[in-house]
């Protein structure tokens, strides 16, 4: 895209260029965002870059952690955006959309407030946690597309329309759980240039881990299988953390935390969630996630330069070998961001 840009004397702005990036990815049927695009973009060597959208914008640029590396590990597991893949993936972004007009429908007096996701913010809105655990519980669960269509007004009809047309009809939609997985993500990213720039690594990393059990599938069992995980945001599990924001345990009041909520985004496959596990039992290591849109890809591993080696050695023996598949692990470096050669 920069190429035909430069040939055809184009002059875009940052914003511009990233936005156009992200709707490229359209044209393959993908209703993604652009934040890979503004990475591969913006990118600053021995940086980390903060960045928002709606409008685009860097929040903020820190100096990356000296004696840590990203680690970048792929699992030969591949999700072409033309297939079922896509169709899982295009059903998380509905069920944002749908569930955000569901519950700006149920909770009138916020709906003002309410333009996306990422409003669902205890501070944007003036609340408490515990009134945004309490709004997510006007929402159920789950949801078919004829619960959506009888429970969304009339004026929604187009935005249904819209995004029934996105993907494949499932047999229901996790609408609750990508909600405060969503919201909860907000949480989170507002606290990690925070930690990178105190040097709390460690906590950075369980973030990392939270943010991945949002998206797992699958834990092991004690024969070491990978068994599928049930998708868990029911009333009982809201109202046990509302109680236990009101105890005075301080462990409980902080897992209660939205930040701490994984929600139920699931997007990892059992083998993504095994490397994650094998990764994070690997001393050095302060936090692994999935990356990218999911359903299959790489993880992202972050630790001690010096446990690279042993990380290394870990996912050989006991992911890529069983499985008789090539090892591919990508230490990394920042690097400046995507540019121009001239021939």
């Known amino acids: 895209l920069q190429a035909a840009i430069a040939l055809n004397n184009f002059e875009l702005t940052s914003q511009q260029f990233i936005d156009l990036c992200g709707q490229g990815e359209w044209f393959v049927g993908s209703r993604g965002g652009a934040g890979d695009h503004a990475a591969i973009y913006l ?55 749908l569930g955000l007009a569901l519950l700006k429908q149920r909770c009138p007096q916020l709906s003002p407030a ?21 709004m997510l519980l006007k929402v159920p669960q789950f949801m078919t597309r004829q619960d959506i269509k009888k429970m969304l007004s009339a004026e929604h009809a187009e935005l249904i329309r819209a995004n029934f047309a996105t993907h494949a009809k499932p047999k229901q939609y996790n609408i609750r759980g990508v909600l405060l997985f969503g919201a909860a993500e907000i949480a989170r990213s507002k606290m990690c240039m925070d930690y990178l720039q105190a040097g709390r690594l460690e906590q950075f990393g369980t973030l990392m881990k939270v ?7 699958s834990r092991p069992t004690a024969s070491g299988d990978y068994a599928t995980l049930a998708e868990n945001c029911s009333d009982e599990y809201l109202n046990r953390l509302i109680t236990n924001l009101g105890s005075e345990a301080p462990e409980a009041v902080l897992n209660a935390q939205l930040y701490m909520q994984p929600g139920g985004y699931a997007c990892s496959t059992p083998q993504i969630d095994k490397m994650v596990d094998i990764a994070c039992g690997v001393d050095g290591v302060v936090g692994a996630q999935i990356t990218g849109a999911g359903l299959g890809g790489c993880i992202m591993i972050l630790a001690t330069k010096g446990s690279v080696p042993a990380i290394q050695k870990a996912l050989t023996k006991h ?25």
């Open 114 to 134: 309410l333009e996306y996701v990422r409003d669902i913010d205890p501070q944007k809105l003036g609340c408490s946690i515990s009134d945004i655990y309490r």
């Open 211 to 217: 943010s991945h059990d949002g998206d797992r599938v």
């Open 319 to 343: 992911y890529y070998k069983p499985n008789n598949l090539k090892p591919a692990i990508i230490p990394c470096t920042t690097t400046e961001g995507a540019g121009l050669a001239e021939f």
């Open 43 to 97: 990118g600053q060597r021995g940086k980390i870059a903060q960045v928002g959208y709606l409008p685009f914008r860097v929040e903020n640029t820190v100096d990356a952690p000296a004696n840590y590396q990203v680690v970048i590990a792929n699992s030969h597991v591949k999700a072409p955006k033309s297939s079922s893949a896509k169709d899982r993936f295009n059903s998380r972004i509905a069920s944002y959309n």
